[in-house]
């Protein structure tokens, strides 16, 4: 199956502080990646629906200037969490699509788990 | 809006048979997934239906009625391994996938 790439798996940061994480799609182009936050023993709720080469959309409720996510190349977006406080702490998950493989069929990174401090 | 239901909690012996049922109301439909997510862990593929049946898949079988808005995930001979969190998730008319809250299955020796 596909390989989707998520860095780093875990982060600790100060409260205040932003933190990058990275998605990859390995060994395919990913049009369109996808950002959840899951929190624990909650379901994995979407955040944003990312494009190669155009703006995010955000999922009600979702600050797109808090969340910041860039999908500048078919194979990367990236996740910024800005000005991050303790309610942001959780764990994040990318997963990836592209056009030929079937329509719904995503592909998960090995998540991110954000704890700020 | 989308509202899927799942058990929180189920628990087996190894070697047993659990059956896990998700009903779900979403705005359109276009398969459902069932994942496998291990504490700490991204979700890991395990079926998809799109048309009303059974798909098995080894020990793992999965069966979808799209009229009563319904679906299951069947394991059998439950191994230890088998402990974890088990995600339905509907695609809706949009493409994008909803999540119920997961159920999480402990497998006793």
């Known amino acids: 199956g596909a390989v989707v790439s998520q860095h780093p798996s875990w982060v600790i940061c100060k409260s205040g502080t932003s933190v990058k994480i990275e998605c990859r799609s390995l060994d395919f182009q990913a049009t369109t990646m996808f950002w959840y936050r899951q929190f624990p023993k909650q379901s994995l709720m979407l955040m944003a629906t990312?494009?190669?080469?155009?703006?995010?959309?955000?999922e009600q409720g979702v600050e797109k200037d808090k969340f910041l996510i860039n999908h500048a190349s078919l194979t990367l977006s990236t996740l910024t969490v800005t000005s991050a406080h303790p309610e942001d702490s959780s764990f994040y998950i990318c997963s990836a699509s592209s056009p030929g493989r079937e329509a719904t069929e995503a592909f998960f990174g090995q998540g991110t788990r954000l704890t700020v401090v | 809006g989308q509202n899927i239901d799942q058990p929180t909690e189920m628990t087996a012996t190894e070697g047993a048979i659990v059956q896990i049922n998700c009903t779900y109301q979403t705005s359109g439909f276009n398969g459902l997934f069932w994942y496998q997510q291990h504490a700490g862990e991204a979700p890991t593929f395990l079926s998809y239906?799109?048309?009303?049946g059974l798909e098995e898949k080894g020990r793992f079988s999965s069966f979808l009625s799209r009229s009563k808005g319904y679906s299951y995930l069947l394991l059998k001979e439950l191994q230890m391994k088998d402990s974890a969190s088990y995600l339905c998730?509907?695609?809706?008319?949009?493409?994008?996938?909803?999540f119920g809250a997961g159920t999480t299955v402990t497998v006793r020796a």
């Open positions: 998730a509907v695609v809706g008319e949009d493409y994008k996938l909803s």
């Open positions: 990312s494009n190669e080469g155009s703006k995010a959309t955000y």
């Open positions: 239906n799109v048309l009303d």
